[in-house]
Nanobody, 122 residues
Framework: QVQLVESGGGLVQAGGSLRLSCAAS????????ISWFRQAPGKEREFVAR????????YYTGSVKGRFTISRDNAKNTVYLRMNSLKPEDTAVYYC???????????????WGQGTQVTVSS
């Protein structure tokens, strides 16, 4: 059982930056691909970014490419999502998720965190 805890959300003005963290309890954390998803009010949860187990490979949805950076520190059992040039449409609850196979869809994730709210004001 992997427990994931997100932090770092908050209120920021458009154009600003935030760094989200996803801390895991599992000592085999490095065995898991980690993804970030987000869910805006009234919308489905959508994929944002994914990082491979070693941290070498990353993958982003088109709307955040060039603005967001996912990284991980396996020694600290933590994944980060650095978000720059934030836009009001980035407003959502952000969730991290873990899986063993590298899935980028919601259904493929094995474990989820509780989410952290990001609000971008215009």
């Amino acid at each position: 059982q992997v427990q994931l805890v997100e932090s770092g959300g908050g209120l920021v003005q458009a154009g600003g930056s935030l760094r989200l963290s996803c801390a895991a309890s599992e000592r085999t954390f490095s065995s898991y691909y980690i993804s970030w998803f987000r869910q805006a009010p009234g919308k489905e949860r959508e994929f944002v970014a994914r990082i491979t187990r070693s941290g070498v490979g990353t993958y982003y949805t088109g709307s955040v490419k060039g603005r967001f950076t996912i990284s991980r520190d396996n020694a600290k059992n933590t994944v980060y999502l650095r978000m720059n040039s934030l836009k009001p449409e980035d407003t959502a609850v952000y969730y991290c998720a873990a899986d063993l196979l590298g899935a980028v869809n919601r259904e493929g994730q094995d474990y989820w965190g509780q989410g952290t709210q990001v609000t971008v004001s215009s």
